[in-house]
């Protein structure tokens, strides 16, 4: 999540930062934008394009390599997914420190659907 900013640094001022940037980041899902300061520029952060070239587009054996068809082009249910994940990472700083959280569908499914009606 260094993309928003985060350090995984238990000084107070870390912390506090780490804080600020989830709740900047969660207010109105402004993570997303191009520019969450202005949230101008939907879906455009940079952080979805890493997302797709380092796991589904990383080597001639990743899937959206293989199974072209279903990522050409990228489906909505697939950004919903992505928006999914990153809403998910941020949230495991919450406390301003990183806690891992097991990614459950009962724990995400609202804003994913949220974010599907959304898209």
């Keep these: 999540m260094s993309n928003y900013g985060f350090r995984d640094n238990w000084k107070a001022r870390h912390v506090k930062k780490n804080k600020?940037?989830?709740a900047d980041m969660g207010a109105g899902f402004a993570f997303h934008y191009k520019d969450p300061?202005?949230?101008?520029?939907?879906?455009?952060?940079?952080?979805?394009?890493?997302?797709?070239?380092?796991?589904?587009?990383?080597?001639?054996?990743?899937?959206?390599?293989?199974?072209?068809?279903?990522?050409?082009?990228i489906s909505l249910e697939t950004l919903a997914l992505m928006f999914s994940l990153v809403d998910f990472g941020i949230k495991e700083w919450d406390t301003g420190r990183y806690v891992p959280k097991a990614f459950k569908e009962q724990?995400?499914?609202?804003?994913?659907e949220a974010f599907h009606a959304d898209l």
């Design 107 to 112: 724990d995400i499914i609202h804003n994913h």
């Design 20 to 22: 600020k940037i989830t």
């Design 37 to 73: 300061k202005t949230k101008t520029g939907y879906a455009g952060n940079v952080i979805f394009s890493n997302i797709l070239s380092r796991t589904w587009f990383k080597d001639a054996s990743s899937p959206g390599i293989i199974y072209k068809q279903y990522f050409d082009p």
